[in-house]
């Protein structure tokens, strides 16, 4: 079993980025695809991007494309979320989560066992 922490959310402008960091701790979390998920006021939550455990797959969610970048340490027990071009819609709480029975990323929410308490993420127009 892993726990999670994010870091790195605040208050941007259009247009700004912000880098998401997810620190895991125990001893599987190389084995371990990850996903982060937003969820914003009023709705549901949902998929923004995905990597397999090594790092060699990735996915996105059409939104997240060409603007957001994951990518993960395994060395240092570290998932990241790269989010350039930000834009108002993009304000949520952010949530890195731990996948350990899939080698590569899934999009669905119930197939992560474990998630980190969330990060939020405001971009002001």
């Known amino acids: 079993q892993v726990q999670l922490v994010e870091s790195g959310g605040g208050l941007v402008q259009a247009g700004g980025s912000l880098r998401l960091s997810c620190a895991a701790s125990?001893?599987?979390?190389?084995?371990?695809?990850m996903g982060w998920f937003r969820q914003a006021p009023g709705k549901e939550r949902e998929f923004v991007a995905g990597?397999?455990?090594?790092?060699?797959?990735?996915y996105y969610t059409d939104s997240a494309k060409g603007r957001f970048t994951i990518s993960r340490d395994n060395a240092k027990n570290m998932v990241y979320l790269q989010m350039n071009g930000l834009k108002p819609e993009d304000t949520a709480v952010y949530y890195c989560?731990?996948?350990?029975?899939?080698?590569?990323?899934?999009?669905?929410?119930?197939?992560?066992?474990?998630w980190g308490q969330g990060t939020q993420v405001t971009v002001s127009s």
């Open positions: 990597i397999s455990w090594s790092g060699g797959n990735t």
């Open positions: 125990g001893r599987t979390f190389s084995t371990y695809s």
């Open positions: 989560a731990a996948d350990p029975l899939s080698t590569l990323p899934r999009t669905k929410a119930f197939n992560y066992d474990t």
